[in-house]
């Protein structure tokens, strides 16, 4: 029988798809969907399209519509890659908020949002996940072809596969693939992220019963005193603490391993291996049934109350006020709410301690997300929070691109660090004041909290724009350290220095080390010496890239450049006048460490900066040997400044204050503050009072005599009243642009006519332009100009859509050919 039904009205409907594609385009772009596919076309999904010549791009949906554009003729889709969508609206609003906000490209956020694997391109690199085991017999023709290729070649691109396979294209195919976790995306990062195990261990509950400890001790005394030894000393440590770990029980006991081995394989011991945190004094704390002090009760509980009108609520609590279990327990009743929480961290904090600790307080529900992951462990966690798996996330800056699908509460922990603000690339976005808008999307709560509040996040508690808590007492009474400052000029005068080191900073850590506690040396400059100078000639080594001095590392015996890697020989004599009279000017950590293993041969030194955490898994190295107590003394940037937590670390030095402080920039002395607020709160923990040493130049400086105070309060009054007078945020916003070019002359002159066409919009809220602090980098010359506009009487969306008109008609003129222009909003 003939059917003479018409063909299903969807099926023959000529349907137009808006796309984002991951390019830094203006615009979102138009295609055509076959009929075929009409069913399956979802806001959300992705798509593979062909842009450009010959290209093809994984492009997500961002409209459905039956128009056609009328500037070009609309190419075909070439396939629909989801069943259902992987991003969803509230994410598309928060794309399209970051770009007008941050003045870039949705493309540019989506670039950042969405994991390699999941937006796989003609140029996508992949390789065979090596050593995952798989059954190769369920694998079809094209499969097999592709994981031969990889076998033979370490590498291909999306199109190599396709040449391979001789279709146009394969994302189907290995959307598969990678879903098996059969290949992976090629990424430089290999750097994975290992939990870190211990082995613990308890008593046998059998033994509780003092009648069969008797006899159990009975019997070992006789036949195996050092088993009998090890008993006790478990003992006499179960009553000073409740987790004892193997090496702990090992060196209590002074019993050799075998002892230990034996009674574990006799079952008197139970062992136990656990994936543990840096920080077993706040594990203690976070004991399942912890109780929260009077404090933390009374800061839950304004916290509670504030939220009942705030949408935005800062936490100010000194360093180890205990925020985490104040978190936690906001972050239980939200969950019993049946509602999403994100926990944002800087990233340096997340690879130390509070995961594991998390995770063991919430089990399965919390998921990590983290740079240190590669990309299929991103995809993985993409796809828990988007299936509703993971309800808790905890990740750094860029886990606000995770679809949720229903946030209640998002936590900015620390929330003044600078890295939560992405430089480079596009989006420049501050992931701390992205998240008060993703809170807004999704009718969240978003809590900030720090020690030392950013003057931004403070200044709108202040105005009452956002609530304020509390928390100014260290949990447990741990005392705040006491803070020795120590003139250089003058112990130089008395000739009472050794290298770099005051005779007060010698004698407290002589004293540390005496009482086999540890110690941080803080100095801000990696490398050994930042300026090498010709004592004849003056001539200093640059950079050939940039306008920087090159700085001398002994390790390599080169001269490194800190801003685009290039290296070269140190010189022995003077390229310029050939005088043999070279000199090394200020220190870095290398020369720190260096110049300490001689005055101090016997103590063990260890280094923590970029140089050194490069390698796979030497940061993690560097925590268990602190832990362990293989390192008496870690010299380090201010990497040592965040998140770390050792209780045995009693004193702390800062080496040269000065470099902190007398930085040109208006935020010098918060975060000045902010970092030796922070260093500080590293020394003494439990039971033990702690002590800083911070040497300088100028031991008068108000913000030195601040933190002794610990009197934020004061820096921030004093630092407001001059950022309102030199129009500095909070009170004004500002936008920078840099301005960058290959040719100098070129650069110069259209920076100059830019301002001038700025000027003709905003007269002198423009600044500039100017030269930056360096002034040429990887080739590029660079100028700045800066805009400040009034925060409370400037429409700053307005001031974009102006700006951004500015910057397209000066990108379109002939001569600006080759200028690159960055907007960055609300500079850090
Ligand atoms: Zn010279
Ligand atoms: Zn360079």
Same mark, same amino acid.
């Given at each position: ?56 791009? /994984? ?79 369920? +694998? ?9 290729? +990889? @076998? ?21 195919? +290995? ?16 750097d994975r992220y290992k939990p870190r195990k211990r082995t613990f261990i308890t008593l046998n509950p059998v033994y509780q019963d003092p009648e069969q400890m008797k006899e159990l001790f009975a019997i070992l005394e006789r036949k195996a005193p050092k088993q009998a030894d090890a008993v006790l000393a478990f003992i006499h440590l179960s009553r000073q603490q409740k987790l004892i770990s193997k090496p702990e029980l090992a060196e209590a006991s002074g019993a050799n391993a075998a002892a230990i081995k034996a009674l574990i394989d006799k079952e008197v011991f139970i ?58 327990? +906001? ?37 990590? =997300? ?23 996330? !905890? ?27 992405? =430089? ?8 701390? @004041? ?85 110690? &941080? ?17 003056? =001539? ?55 110049? !300490? ?107 030195? *005599? ?26 004004? *916003?500002?936008?920078?642009?840099? &301005? ?19 000027? #003709? ?31 409370? /009487? ?17 990108? /379109?003129? #002939? ?14």
């Open positions: 029988m003939l059917d003479f039904a018409e063909p299903k009205d969807n099926q023959r409907e000529t349907l137009f798809v808006e796309v984002i594609l991951p390019l830094a385009i203006a615009k979102n772009y138009t295609y055509r969907i076959p009929y075929d596919l009409n069913d399956q076309v979802a806001i959300g999904k992705r798509v593979v399209v062909q842009f450009g010549k010959s290209k093809l791009y /994984t492009a997500i949906i961002a409209s459905i519509g039956n128009q056609a554009p009328d500037k070009y003729e609309a190419k075909y889709i070439i396939d629909i890659l989801d069943d259902r969508p992987v991003v969803n609206d509230r994410q598309l609003s928060f794309w399209k908020w970051l770009a007008d906000y941050y003045l870039c490209n949705v493309g540019e956020v989506m670039n950042a949002a969405l994991p390699a694997a999941l937006k796989l391109a003609s140029e996508t690199r992949i390789i065979l996940n090596k050593g995952f085991e798989y059954d190769k017999s369920a +694998l079809n023709d094209k499969e097999f072809l592709i994981i031969d290729a +990889l @076998d033979m070649q370490p590498e291909l691109t999306v199109s190599d596969v396709a040449k391979l396979l001789g279709q146009k294209t394969v994302m189907p195919i +290995l959307k598969l693939l990678f879903e098996k976790n059969i290949i992976h995306i090629s990424e430089e990062v290999s062992a136990d291996e656990r994936t543990v945190s840096r920080l077993l004094d706040t594990e203690d704390e976070l004991d399942e049934n912890f109780t929260l002090s009077d404090k933390q009760t009374a800061a839950l509980t304004s916290i509670k109350e504030q939220f009942a009108h705030k949408d935005v609520v800062l936490l100010h609590g000194v360093t180890s006020s205990g925020k985490t279990q104040v978190y936690i327990r +906001l972050i239980e009743q939200m969950l019993a709410n049946g509602r999403q929480v994100l926990y944002l961290l800087p990233e340096i904090a997340l690879t130390t301690h509070i995961t594991d600790r998390l995770r063991h307080y919430f089990g399965n529900s919390i998921g990590v =997300y983290h740079s240190r992951f590669n990309d299929n462990e991103r995809v993985e966690v993409w796809q828990k929070v988007l299936n509703g798996e993971y309800r808790i996330v !905890l990740g750094a800056r860029s886990s606000v691109f995770l679809p949720f699908q229903d946030l209640g509460l998002i936590i900015v922990d620390e929330e003044h660090e600078s890295s939560y603000k992405q =430089y480079d690339p596009a989006p420049r976005y501050n992931a701390r @004041d992205a998240s008060i808008f993703l809170g807004n999307l999704h009718k969240a709560k978003v809590l900030l909290g720090s020690a030392t509040p950013s003057f931004e996040s403070y200044y709108n508690a202040q105005t009452d724009k956002y609530g304020l808590a509390e928390l100014h007492e260290r949990f447990g009474g741990v005392k705040l350290p006491e803070i020795e400052v120590v003139s250089i000029a003058l112990e130089t005068k008395q000739k009472t220095m050794q290298s770099h080191f005051s005779s007060v900073l010698m004698r407290d850590i002589g004293l540390a080390l005496g009482k086999k506690e540890q110690v &941080i040396l803080f100095q801000n400059r990696r490398g050994y010496a930042p300026v090498i100078i010709c004592k004849t000639c003056a =001539y200093t080594p640059k950079c050939i890239n940039c306008d920087v001095t090159l700085t001398y590392h002994k390790s390599s015996g080169k001269v490194h450049c800190h801003y685009c890697g290039y290296r070269e020989d140190s010189p022995t004599i003077c390229p310029a006048c050939g005088s043999a009279h070279l000199e090394h000017k200020g220190f870095g950590t290398e020369k720190v460490e260096d110049e !300490l293993s001689i005055l101090l041969p016997d103590a063990r030194i260890a280094r923590m900066d970029l140089d050194t955490t490069r390698s796979k898994m030497a940061f993690q190295n560097i925590l268990n040997d602190i832990e362990e107590k293989k390192i008496d003394i870690l010299v380090g940037t201010q990497m040592v400044a965040k998140g770390l937590d050792f209780p045995d670390i009693t004193v702390i030095g800062i080496i040269s204050a000065d470099s902190l402080l007398k930085y040109p920039d208006y935020r010098a002395n918060e975060r000045g503050f902010q970092l030796l607020a922070q260093v500080s709160g590293r020394a003494g923990r439990r039971g033990k009072q702690g002590k800083v040493v911070i040497q300088t130049y100028d031991p008068g400086h108000r913000v030195i *005599r601040q933190v002794i105070a610990n009197d934020y309060l004061d820096l921030y009054q004093t630092e407001m009243a001059e950022r309102k007078g030199f129009k500095y945020p909070p009170f004004y *916003r500002i936008i920078q642009l840099d &301005i960058k070019h290959k040719d100098p002359e070129r650069l110069y002159h259209q920076a100059e006519y830019l301002a001038v066409e700025l000027r #003709k919009h905003f007269a002198d809220r423009v600044i500039g332009p100017e030269f930056p602090l360096i002034n040429r980098i990887r080739n590029y010359y660079i100028k700045s100009i800066m805009l400040k506009f009034e925060k409370d /009487t400037i429409s700053i969306a307005k001031v974009k859509v102006i700006l951004q008109d500015v910057l397209l008609q000066f990108q /379109t003129t #002939k001569l600006s050919k080759g200028c690159i222009v960055q907007p960055d909003v609300d500079p850090y």
